[in-house]
């Protein structure tokens, strides 16, 4: 299987991107780390891990190497419901589905220069499946150790 990339470094070798695996972990840590005081570290953790989900996904690889930008945000959204308790899930998917374009259902614009809040089973129907990246599933006690 090839390795998947979340973020390039403009100018520099593939070598020196960011893996998928290490940039969900390190959301899902800080995510972890700030929900936990209120009691919802696995929610963080969770949203972390799946935040990015559509990153894995054949066509944001080509678009990391070139080709046409796709949607990412909310196919994560959609896998919290396949995965997790429904009711636990709605509370997950608006955060993960609006992590770049701002809460679905607010109130007028999401951050400037996005597209203004969309309702979540609406940006829904634009989700594709997607597998989890192994080594990135959320219940996973910790991210897996690097390959010498």
């Not at 990015?52 to 949607?71: I, M």
């Not at 701002?102 to 594709?128: C, F, K, Q, Y």
């Amino acid at each position: 299987m090839a390795k998947i990339y979340a973020h390039t470094i403009p100018g520099r070798p593939k070598s020196e991107w960011e893996s998928y695996q290490e940039h969900a972990w390190n959301v899902a840590t800080g995510a972890e780390i700030n929900a936990d005081p209120f009691g919802a570290g696995w929610m963080g953790k969770a949203s972390g891990l799946l935040h990015d989900l559509g990153k894995a996904k054949p066509s944001f690889q080509a678009y990391l190497e070139g080709g046409e930008q796709v949607p990412h945000a909310v196919d994560g959204a959609l896998k919290a419901f396949e995965i997790i308790n429904p009711n636990m899930a709605q509370m997950l998917a608006y955060g993960i589905a609006g992590h770049h374009t701002g809460l679905p259902n607010g109130r007028g614009d999401a951050i400037e220069g996005a597209s203004p809040t969309t309702p979540l089973d609406v940006r829904l129907e634009d989700a594709e499946a997607v597998d989890i990246p192994l080594g990135t599933e959320p219940g996973t006690p910790e991210p897996p150790q690097p390959s010498p």
